[in-house]
Nanobody, 127 residues
């Protein structure tokens, strides 16, 4: 049975850093594009960052560009999201997802482009 399991969330202060990790198992995610989304209370789920199937291309939401970094480890079958200089508006549940777009160069930046989701990990940034 396929799983995407997120970890690394927690309560931090403004300006702190966190590293989220998404572990993939039981499925054929190894060449899928992968992405991170987030959903804050009372708001819609939004795209945060994505990485192509071959790991060579990345895309970021404007709100996190320069602060967050997505990466993947093919050997460990994980996708990480490094969050730096966190702000209160980064508070949300963060979800890992696998994209329908596999291979190279193209990164999906909207939820319909993703077909499998994890359960999420909560990041709370205290001011």
């Amino acid at each position: 049975q396929a799983h995407l399991v997120e970890s690394g969330g927690g309560l931090v202060e403004v300006g702190d850093s966190l590293r989220l990790s998404c572990a993939a198992s039981g499925g054929t995610f190894s060449r899928d594009g992968m992405g991170w989304f987030r959903q804050a209370p009372g708001k819609e789920r939004e795209f945060v960052a994505g990485i192509s199937g071959d790991g060579d291309a990345t895309e970021y939401a404007e709100s996190v560009e320069g602060r967050f970094t997505i990466s993947r480890d093919f050997g460990k079958n994980t996708v990480d999201l490094q969050l730096n200089n966190l702000k209160p508006e980064d508070t949300a549940v963060y979800y890992c997802a696998a994209s329908r777009i596999s291979g190279s160069l193209v990164v999906a930046t909207a939820a319909p482009g993703y077909y499998f989701w994890g359960q999420g990990t909560l990041v709370t940034v205290s001011s």
